[in-house]
């Protein structure tokens, strides 16, 4: 059987930390963060917008802008668990409520963003250590749904890669 394939790209800058990591990334630092999804699909759309296509290139985009740029471009990705590094966020007044709402709607959610941080910054917070491997899962469980949606079944989400350096990839790809 044939496949199509199709890939898009975004770039992101945004900081973290591995608080359990044995060498320098615990500490403070950023990356620019390349996400690239797949798609795939057995046939192209046969009319519409999205004809002879698996999924529009510029519809792929929008979600991945909306669902990973928006959150996370140029703020501090964070784990729920990281005590330290939430209490250097919360603000001065009420730091232990807030980092008590940040962690149930993490639990609820799967994530929690915010800006009512101590600098006013954009945190984004997840519930596991913020590597390039966990991102990549984590963003392909965000963007399953709304690929399929957007291109109205048609594609199927195959796997997504997150670069955090232009040496180091991590891929999620469930089988």
Known sequence: ???????RRIEIDAGHRIMTHGSKCRNLH?????????CEASHLHPSGEQTDMVVDFGFLKDEMMRLIDA???????AA??????LALFAPEDGGEEWVKAIRATVAADGAA????????????VVPFQPTAECLAKHWFEVLVAP???RSDATARLVAV??????????EYAPA
């Not at 890669?161 to 991590?170: Q, Y």
């Open 1 to 7: 059987m044939s496949t199509f394939r199709v890939r």
């Open 30 to 38: 950023g990356h620019r963060y390349v996400v690239e999804v797949e």
């Open 71 to 77: 959150p996370c471009d140029h703020g501090f990705i």
């Open 80 to 85: 729920s668990a990281d005590a330290d590094l």
């Open 113 to 124: 963003l915010t800006t009512e941080t101590r600098m006013g910054t954009k945190l984004y």
């Open 147 to 149: 690929v399929r949606k």
């Open 161 to 170: 890669r997150v670069w955090e350096t232009p040496n180091c990839m991590a």
